[in-house]
Structures are given as C-alpha cells and as structure tokens.
C-alpha cells in the first residue's frame, strides 16, 4: 500500500488520538520537564542539586522524570565509577534544542502573571453565587 505524503502528515498529527507525538507533547509540556531543563540550562547538574534547584519536587517525581528525560534521548545520565558513586545528568543535543521554546513558555508565564492571576480572582468570584441565594437561582 502506497501511503501519499497528505496521509503521512495526518497520520502524525498530535490532533489525532493515536498520534506517537501525543507522548512527546505529554513529556515536554509536564511542568517538571520545564524546570528540570531550565535548571540543565547551564550544564550537567547532580541529583541532589537537582533537587535544591526546583523547590517543591519530591525525590520520587525528579527521579521519573530525568527518568523518562533520559529514555526520550532529552537527558544523558552519566555514571562516574568514583567512591562513592557520582552521577550527573545533562540536556542532550536534543534536549539543548527545547531550551529557547521552553524558556519562551517560561518568560510568557512571568510576563502574564498579573493578568492571568487577575482573571482567575474575577472568574473565581463571578462563579459564587450571591449570598442569601438558593441552589434554583443558581
């Protein structure tokens, strides 16, 4: 069967629910694989640096996600036979190409704070219902 390059483009379309780059979406757009490149920025990095650089991730999640960073070909674990044992880990040559649209997600987010913060105060508050009201007014 001859597949035509319009099939092929669809057939890879994230849109679609069998489309392979939903996983790749799924990794890059996780909020730990943000901050776990944006803290690889500047080069290799221990785990336990890691771990002082993005406040608030447990130890289990940072380890699933350089995890799942290094079976994508995005983070390079490197084991150096030491006493004791040091392990590093490091963006990829891949990996190093997500760091402009990352940090771009990441300069937006700061940029759009205020407005973002400002809509979900109104919205949260619109959503209330008046007081004294009854669940039929609602």
């Not at 099939?7 to 489309?19: G, I």
């Not at 990996?95 to 809509?119: K, Y």
Request: proline share 6%; charged share 30%; glycine share 6%.
């Amino acid at each position: 069967m001859v597949t035509t390059q319009a099939e092929s483009v669809l057939r890879s379309s994230p849109y679609r629910a069998d489309c392979p780059t939903r996983h790749i979406l799924d990794r890059i757009g996780d909020r730990w694989t943000v901050l776990i490149v944006g803290a690889l920025w500047d080069g290799s990095a221990r785990f336990s640096e890691l771990r002082r650089r993005i406040e608030g991730i447990s130890q289990k999640m940072l380890t699933q996600t350089l995890r799942g960073l290094e079976r994508d070909g995005l983070v390079r674990r490197t084991v150096y036979p030491e006493v004791p044992v040091r392990v590093e880990y490091a963006l990829t040559e891949a990996g190093r190409t997500l760091r402009e649209p990352l940090r771009a997600l990441e300069e937006w987010a700061i940029a759009h704070l205020g407005e973002v913060s400002a809509s979900q105060e109104a919205y949260d508050h619109a959503d209330q219902p008046p007081p004294n009201s009854t669940a039929r007014d609602t």
